[in-house]
Antibody, heavy 123, light 112 residues
């Protein structure tokens, strides 16, 4: 069974940093792109960042480019999102999501999701 | 970015009746070289993550009941629930993956 579990959400001050982790199991990890998608309280879904299976292909939304860094550790089946220069508008539940295809390329069809971790940016 | 616009924002349908949600993209999501529409639909229930229902505009994801169907091409798409069940009460989102993903604003489906 595919499982994705997010860790690391917390209350952080504006301008601060935080690192989220997504621990995966139940599938051949390095064959799938993994993404982060966020949802502000009471709002819709917003794609944040994606990383290909090998870690070589990386993509960011304009809203986070230059502030967030995605990476993965295929030996430990984990994806990370290093967030810095955090703003109030980054407040959201952050989900990690697995792509639908085992080519390792990023398609953007999110077939499996974690339960999410809440990041709150406030003073 | 491709802007996805859903209509209506909410709808109330009687149990057993048809529910129809529309989604319009600001530019085509049909890739001519493979004739595929890069469009997906998700269902999200309160307190839960989204669940993939449909991809390639009309392909049901594994385990999705056949009362859910997707149609459309180019810039105009529809999600249809042929016979609404109580467990279908949720928010529904369309999403394009033609370029970097963007989602519609969501449509809330309730029981009348």
């Amino acid at each position: 069974e595919v499982q994705l579990v997010e860790y690391g959400g917390d209350l952080v001050q504006p301008g601060g940093s935080l690192r989220l982790s997504c621990a995966a199991s139940g599938f051949t990890f390095n064959k799938y792109a993994i993404s982060w998608v966020r949802q502000a309280p009471g709002k819709g879904l917003e794609w944040v960042s994606s990383i290909g299976g090998s870690g070589g292909d990386i993509f960011y939304a304009d809203a986070v480019k230059g502030r967030f860094i995605i990476s993965r550790d295929n030996s430990n089946n984990t994806v990370f999102l290093q967030m810095s220069s955090l703003r109030a508008e980054d407040t959201a539940v952050y989900y990690c999501a697995k792509d639908n295809y085992d080519s390792g390329n990023f398609y953007g069809v999110f077939v499996s999701w974690g339960q999410g971790t809440l990041v709150t940016v406030a003073s | 970015d491709i802007v996805m616009t859903q209509s209506p924002d909410s709808l109330a349908v009687s149990l057993g009746e048809r529910a129809t949600i529309n989604c319009k993209s600001s530019q085509t999501v049909l890739y001519n070289s493979n004739n595929r529409n890069y469009l997906a639909w998700y269902q999200q229930k309160p307190g839960q993550p989204p669940k993939l229902l449909i991809y390639w505009a009309s392909t049901r994801a594994s385990g999705v009941p056949d009362r859910f169907s997707g149609s459309g091409s180019g810039t105009d798409f529809t999600l249809t629930i042929s016979s609404l069940q109580a467990e279908d009460v949720a928010l529904y989102y369309c999403q394009q993956y033609y370029i970097t993903p963007t989602f519609g604003q969501g449509t809330k489906v309730e029981i009348k």
